[in-house]
């Protein structure tokens, strides 16, 4: 660990500070892609409010641009030559199972969280990988098993305590900043350095879980059946395709029993196949929305050339909530983990819109909210960020 080099606000800061050539430099720079290597000139690791403060002001007073990281899961803009300020130091979970809210430290991942609440009978709305940091998730939107149910992490979220580019404290709930609060539940890390979250949680008793395995040959039936079904099926199913070259496979999570699951599975004609286990998700290399499932002769020859694609039908509590969290009336998407070539053959009846914790590139942003979200995303930023202190990141510009 070394000190800091310039007197500032800088040197109150109580977390580990890492510079190049300091032990733990490399794996604190490390994100989960390992060809990502970004090069920071400092990390610090911040654990408390206070520490995110100095850190903050001392960049802007040394014009060291910062980047913001909790697990390094959805980094992809390198923090090279600048400040990457860290939030995984600050892990603590509490759970009040009376009001059923979880306050939970920024740099703490779902299976903190899971592990908590479960006692209590209790989960959040939290993604297909506990190692996925919360912050992070919530403000990209969050897509999980139970956001059919329970809408968007983003939904779920209930306060958040941030510190803004000018160094400033302040609390976004409802009723207290609500624009702010309004663009943390969809609009990405672009506002501020959270340091904690409220998040809402659900009973949860029971979650059946699992894949019903068919031959290939029986693809485009299963699909037919999906598209007629989806819109109408019970909100606690959340299902998807996945077509492989070895089979079809029709995953779903039930929040319920195993019987009342098998019911629900009926419409799709796949229940008595049905097997409890855990539920393998697809990468998402290329993705797009869609209003209407493209012809299923389409969505056969782009699997056909690719290792696999996913088909979801999202909707449910998702159509309901108030942040820019997501293309909220759009209700089919397609994962497609294979070449540029295949997934292109979707473009034509894809909306062009994309989903922020599934976009990889940041100069497509705009794509992950509707024009009207966007614009107003862009005024808030103006509000609380105009410099884009916060712009290494999947950036929204401000106003
Ligand atoms: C294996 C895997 C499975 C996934 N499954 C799902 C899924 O099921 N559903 C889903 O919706 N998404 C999923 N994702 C995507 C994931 O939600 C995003 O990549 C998300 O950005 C990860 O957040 P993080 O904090 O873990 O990552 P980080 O890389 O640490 O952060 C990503 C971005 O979040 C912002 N950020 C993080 N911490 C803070 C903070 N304290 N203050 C302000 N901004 C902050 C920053 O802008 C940062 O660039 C998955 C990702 C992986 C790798």
Not at 113 to 136: D, N
Not at 158 to 174: P, Q, Y
């Amino acid at each position: 660990m070394t000190q800091p080099a310039r007197t500032s606000s800088y040197a109150t800061v109580q977390g580990n500070i890492h510079r190049p050539g300091d032990t733990a430099y490399d794996t604190q720079r490390a994100t989960l892609n390992p060809a990502f290597n970004a090069t920071p000139a400092i990390i610090v690791e911040a654990i408390n409010t206070a520490d995110v403060q100095a850190a903050v002001t001392w960049a802007r007073n040394n014009d060291l641009p910062i980047a913001i990281q909790s697990t390094g899961h959805g980094t992809h803009v390198p923090s090279d030559g600048g400040l990457l300020l860290k939030t995984s130091a600050i892990k603590s979970v509490l759970v009040d199972p009376d009001r059923r809210i979880a306050r939970i430290g920024a740099g703490a991942v779902w299976a903190d969280v899971l592990k908590a609440a479960a006692p209590f009978g209790l989960a959040p709305v939290s993604g297909s990988h506990a190692s996925v940091g919360v912050a992070g998730f919530t403000m990209g939107g969050g897509l999980g098993a139970m956001s059919r149910k329970y809408g968007f992490g983003a939904d779920n979220l209930l306060r958040a305590d941030l510190v803004t580019a000018d160094g400033e404290a302040v609390t976004a709930t409802h009723d207290h900043n609500p624009d702010l609060f309004w663009a943390l539940r969809g609009g990405g890390g672009n506002f501020g350095v959270v340091t904690s979250m409220e998040v809402r949680l659900h009973p949860v008793d029971e979650v059946y879980a699992g894949q019903a395995l068919f031959p290939s040959e029986q693809a485009a039936d299963i699909l037919a059946r999906f598209r007629a079904y989806a819109p109408i099926m019970p909100e606690e199913l959340t299902c998807t395709i996945a077509l492989t070259a070895e089979h079809v496979a029709v995953r779903a999570t039930y929040l319920g029993d195993a019987h009342a699951a098998r019911k629900a599975l009926k419409p799709l004609g796949v229940a008595d196949a049905f097997s409890e286990q855990p539920v393998p998700g697809t990468a998402p290399r290329h993705f797009e929305l869609f209003n209407e499932l493209p012809d299923i002769d389409t969505i056969l020859k782009v699997a056909a050339e690719s290792a696999a694609v996913e088909i979801r039908y999202w909707g449910g509590a998702m159509t309901r909530g108030e942040g820019p969290a997501g293309h909220r009336n759009v209700p089919f998407s397609i994962i497609v983990d294979g070449p540029d070539e295949a997934a292109e053959r979707l473009w034509p009846h894809a909306t062009g819109g994309s989903f922020l914790n599934f976009l990889h590139d940041p100069s497509a942003v705009e794509t992950a909210y509707s024009a009207a979200d966007y614009q107003l995303l862009r005024e808030i930023k103006a509000s609380y960020d105009p410099a884009n202190v916060f712009h290494r990141n999947l950036n929204i510009k401000p106003a």
